[in-house]
């Protein structure tokens, strides 16, 4: 995978969090208890905004090594402030360690998908202008909706 990293466009989802951060040079270690279940706040460092995710994993993206990699954290757990979501500064890759695809109730998460859509038709690096720009669309359809 370290080969071909950025070759084409990734988005990758939980396990895919952590093999797409290990592929580029970072380590993950293991939570003591680990993330389960649905209603766990995240909040995007992009556009400030919170989500509530679902997830079920037992290891973390070490954040400093992330980094060193060529990651930027994009999504922290507001529960232990564990990274939750990074996006690559020169490739078109980036990815959550949270089910976007679950919707346990709200669909916080699913602009996500629109963000790929855009890379995968650009193939550049997710920007926060671009994420800005799919949340805050999927936030006025979720809004409509409600009303």
């Known amino acids: 995978m370290r080969e071909i990293a950025g070759e084409i466009p990734t988005f990758g989802i939980c396990l895919g969090h952590q093999l797409l951060a ?13 993330h389960r279940g649905s209603n766990q ?3 995007n460092l992009l556009t400030g905004r919170v989500e509530i995710t ?7 993206v070490d954040e400093k090594t992330l980094r ?8 922290v757990h507001l529960n232990d402030g564990t990274l939750a979501g ?5 490739k078109p890759i980036f990815c959550v360690q949270y089910h976007p695809e679950a919707s346990p109730g ?3 998460s699913s602009y996500l998908f629109d963000c790929f859509i855009d890379i995968m038709q650009s193939r ?12 805050s669309a999927a936030a006025r359809a979720a809004a409509a909706v409600a009303v």
Do not use: Y
């Not at 290990?22 to 208890?33: C, M, Q």
């Not at 060193?68 to 999504?75: D, I």
């Open 124 to 135: 550049k690096p997710l920007t926060a202008e671009v994420m800005e720009k799919h949340q």
């Open 106 to 108: 709200p669909h916080d």
């Open 22 to 34: 290990l592929s580029l040079g970072a380590t993950t270690w293991k939570l003591k208890f680990g």
């Open 68 to 75: 060193a990699a060529g990651g930027e954290p994009t999504h």
């Open 41 to 43: 706040p995240v909040r």
């Open 54 to 60: 679902s997830q079920n994993h037992g290891f973390c």
């Open 86 to 90: 990074f996006r690559h500064v020169h």
